[in-house]
């Protein structure tokens, strides 16, 4: 659905941040993008919504370069979540209104319920929220424009345990709606938590099969292919959508 092809991203002063990264987001799948601080993850994934533009490669969406979309338009149906969250001047409502300024209280309340969050939050002070709710409130507007890929920068690293593995289980859930999610994360426990498909970046390229095993730790259950992508083996009811998942991986949009 979203795909990176040999992207490179060079910037002014000649650094070369990203050496040509393959990689894709698929529909109903939570790909995380591991790798140690540096490595160009935040780079790559704002490529996805054309935060940044690649110097060479192309990134498309169902098969367009996104160069030739409209960025707004883009920019709802590729929604993006960042490590701290964006909190704008004034309430609740105000800062949902950002994202569909026509939308009722009832839709509102549906999404804020949605990320765990009440109505009653509508009339509170978004800066008076706490991390864990002003995330959420984010993740609430990002789902306001409906989007069909959620990307998310280390969207749990500021927050507590229980909001940490509140959010994941929103991803989650998420992605069995049909989302294609990519999630950022240099925490190897939450990887493990939390994927269908990891891509490994190390210094601004997919690391091999060999370096993604050794980076997530040798002596999991995860296999790795030789595209650098490990799929999860959780057991339990995740198992089929992580098999389904492994069979999309190697889709290719059209
Ligand atoms: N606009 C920029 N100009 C120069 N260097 C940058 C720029 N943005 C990021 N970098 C550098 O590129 C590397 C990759 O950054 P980033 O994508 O943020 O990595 P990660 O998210 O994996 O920690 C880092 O060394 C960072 O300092
Ligand atoms: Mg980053």
Redesign the pocket.
């Known amino acids: 659905m979203l795909a990176f092809e040999a992207v490179r991203v060079t ?3 000649g ?1 070369e ?1 990203l050496h040509g990264v393959d990689a894709a987001v698929c529909p109903g799948t939570v790909t995380v993008l591991a ?12 490529l996805g919504n054309r935060l940044e533009v690649p110097s060479h490669g192309v990134v498309r969406f169902h098969g367009r370069d996104v160069a030739d979309l409209d960025p707004l338009e883009l920019r709802r149906r590729v929604g993006m979540v960042f490590q701290k969250p964006v909190v704008f001047a004034g309430t609740v409502r105000e800062n949902l209104h950002v994202a569909d300024a026509h939308a009722d209280d009832l839709s509102l309340g549906r999404v804020l319920e949605r990320v765990g969050l009440g109505v009653a939050l509508l009339d509170r002070q978004a800066d008076d929220l706490s991390g864990g709710e002003a995330q959420r409130m984010c993740i609430a507007r990002a789902l306001l424009t409906r989007p069909e890929v959620l990307l998310m ?2 969207p749990t690293s500021s927050l507590d345990p229980a909001n940490r593995r509140a959010v994941e289980a929103l991803a989650r859930e998420l992605a069995a709606e049909g989302l294609g999610i990519c999630w ?1 994360s ?1 925490d190897l426990d939450q990887v493990r938590r939390l994927t269908d498909r990891v891509v490994v ?1 190390v210094e ?1 390229r997919v690391a091999d099969a060999h370096e993604a095993a050794r980076y997530l730790g040798a002596g999991d259950a995860r296999g790795a292919d030789d595209a650098g992508t490990a799929r999860d083996a959780r057991g339990g009811d995740d198992a089929g959508a992580a098999g389904d998942a492994g069979g999309r991986a190697g889709e290719r949009p059209a």
Do not use: F, I, Q, Y
Not at 35 to 46: E, F, H, I, N, Y
């Open positions: 910037t002014d002063d650094a941040l790798g140690p601080s540096g490595a160009g993850k935040s780079t790559l994934l704002r920068d280390e950022v240099h970046l601004g």
